[in-house]
């Protein structure tokens, strides 16, 4: 007997910014491109949250937004994110991750497209649509508790972008 031989469909890339040449670019666009070229991916801090642009590019990884943090810091567990997908870690909802704090593990979970265009800005531009993936780093409270724990710090509440309410956890 003799087995068919099949060619596999790839899936191809998603369209992006660096397809689309666009000639007049929203300001800041260009150092977005140019940083995700360098580095694979862009880092936008906002008031109450940070999220990357490109990992999707770079790595074909969710887009990541981390809430309630200091922006140094936001920064630095983005970096971590980037570093663990590099070295082949995959991010699962649910699963707890260790390498972002000394002592306790952060979690993941799938992000509402409805939240794209508020926590995900310059991702959705990049992307031109809402399709990417994207999740939330869901990070614990000074004592290490996480929003869905008992005694969880209330002052050191993040929104919860999965829609699912976080007493649904745990």
């Known amino acids: 007997m003799v087995l068919k031989q099949t060619t596999p469909t790839l899936k191809p890339p998603m369209p992006n910014a660096f397809d689309r040449h666009e000639p007049n670019l929203p300001p800041g666009a260009r150092d977005v491109l140019a940083t995700i070229r360098l580095h694979g991916w862009s880092y936008a801090p906002d008031s109450h949250h940070a999220y990357t642009t490109g990992f999707g590019w770079s790595l074909k990884a969710p887009e990541i937004v981390v809430c309630a943090q200091a ?48 926590y995900l800005g310059w991702s959705v531009w ?20 996480l929003p869905w724990q008992p005694g969880f710090d ?7 972008l999965s829609g699912r309410k976080w007493a649904a956890r745990g």
């Open 71 to 118: 922006s140094h810091v936001a920064r630095d567990l983005l970096a971590e994110a980037y570093r663990q997908l590099k070295a082949g870690v995959k991010l699962r909802p649910g699963k707890p991750y260790d390498g972002f704090f000394e002592d306790c593990p952060v979690f993941f979970q799938p992000i509402e497209r409805r939240w794209y265009d508020r």
């Open 126 to 145: 990049f992307w031109g649509d809402y399709t990417f993936k994207a999740l939330q780093m869901v990070v614990p409270d000074s004592r290490g508790l």
């Open 154 to 160: 209330p002052a050191e509440m993040q929104p919860d």
